[in-house]
């Protein structure tokens, strides 16, 4: 193994293609490998005949891999969509960060492995001009598959650090109708964050990203806070 000049240890994978002429990087995802090791992750992420990859992959030491050069499409988002634009892949970078996820034992994200992400993600959003808000998780784009990185992801801890926004609900956000808006209500405040409303479990994915202690799927008063609060800080 070669260590770059930006620190990261290539591991080279053959699963990208072009990014689509005129297609600039605007999102940045976040993601977790969900294998039961390492090793077995990175494996996939470079074999042929999985047809997956991400641009780099955190492992829960810290070290960095790299396997997909930024200006490449590598495919680690499949079907998904954000903002009513699908194909996720052509606009987007991905990490992959290394825990056995949901299936295989899901974990804590060790504090070296968090810092290591928080460098990394800012990094590329500097290089490419990402906005904070447009740093997601797998199941904000794709939530009726996907449920990574997941409730004990440090979304809080990132965005101090300027990585993906947390919402600060003010009184401004509180509203009457809480107890009385009905399912079609919420889902378009959430269609208007960014999500697609042609999913199901929407308000669920929310909640494993902005309201982590709450995983109901149920829209109580503090879910639909967190959820105003970030419309009005991203101005949608
Ligand atoms: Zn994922």
Redesign the pocket.
Known sequence: MMRTGSGCIERPSPNHGPRPEGVGVELL?L??T?MPTAESALSRLCDPAAQVSAHYTVDEDGAIYAHVPEDRRAW??GLSSWRGRADVNSRSIGI?IVNPGHEFGYRPFPAAQMAAVADLCLDIMGRHGIAPADVLG?SDI?PAR?E??GELFDWPGLAARGIGLWPHPTPADDSPLDSAESAEEVAALLGRYGYDTAESRLLLSFQRHFHPERLTGEPDPETLRRLRALLRMTGR
């Open positions: 995802i993601h977790y969900g680690h988002a992959e797998h794709a996907k990574d990185p």
